[in-house]
């Protein structure tokens, strides 16, 4: 069964400091890995997403860095706020998939501290 | 911003009975999904639904659960016979066009089967 393994399960960080979440696959099946941040209550908004031609990809505080050869990628948040506390959950689309369903990590829960 | 919604918000069923789930998506949007979460887990793909028929299916979606686009605008999942282990939150997504990666979730309904 194709997996997203995704890392840390739960992150706390202080007001003003770098969030990094990291997500693994395991076969080359994909071709799109969006980023989705989920409030309680509330639905995956997507966030970032990047194709896997390009090895980083940069939206304001939020950066997308893949590495094709280890199957490995990250979302960084910079400067994190408390308004970041989230769930995070990185995904993957397959390729060639009838109509490309996505499959999601497990999702990392972000706490910012004031 | 254009949104997907999704009715009821929270619905809460007997086990054996039937639910039926609603979703409209985008107005433009093409391709349409169904995804869940059972609580404090990961997102779950069900199934994808594109040009009036399901394109793929996950082992989730067994013969209980049908979809349907009656009109053309709303998306239904529908439930045939509950069980407790159903209980979960329920995403609705659409996407655009082909080479449109954008998936946009609804706020998803809170089923809870007792």
């Known amino acids: 069964q194709q997996q997203v393994k995704q890392s840390p399960q739960s992150l706390i960080v202080q007001k003003g400091g770098i969030s990094i979440i990291n997500c693994a696959y395991e076969?080359?099946?994909?071709?799109?890995f969006p980023w989705y941040q989920q409030f309680p209550g509330k639905g995956p908004a997507l966030l970032i997403a990047i194709r896997p031609d390009v090895s980083e990809k940069k939206e304001g505080r939020f950066t997308i860095s893949f590495n094709k050869s280890a199957k490995q990628f990250s979302l960084h948040i910079m400067d994190s706020q408390p308004g970041d506390s989230a769930t995070y959950f990185c995904?993957?689309?397959?390729?060639?998939?009838?109509?490309?369903?996505?499959?999601f990590g497990k999702g990392t829960k972000l706490s910012v501290k004031p | 911003e254009p949104e997907v919604t999704q009715t009821p918000s929270h619905q809460v069923t007997q086990m054996g009975q039937e639910v039926i789930l609603r979703c409209v998506p985008i107005s433009n949007h093409l391709y349409f999904y169904w995804y869940r979460q059972i609580l404090g887990q990961k997102v779950e793909f069900l199934v994808s639904f594109y040009n009036n028929e399901i394109s793929e299916k996950s082992e989730i979606f067994d013969d209980q659960f049908s979809v349907e686009r009656p009109d053309g605008s709303n998306f239904t999942l529908k439930i045939r016979s509950t069980k407790l282990e159903d209980s979960a939150m329920y995403f609705c997504?659409?996407?655009?066009?082909?080479?449109?990666?954008?998936?946009?979730f609804g706020s998803g309904t809170r089923l809870t089967v007792v």
């Open positions: 076969n080359t099946a994909f071709d799109y």
């Open positions: 995904a993957a689309r397959k390729k060639g998939g009838s109509q490309g369903n996505l499959i």
């Open positions: 997504a659409s996407r655009g066009t082909a080479d449109n990666y954008g998936y946009t």
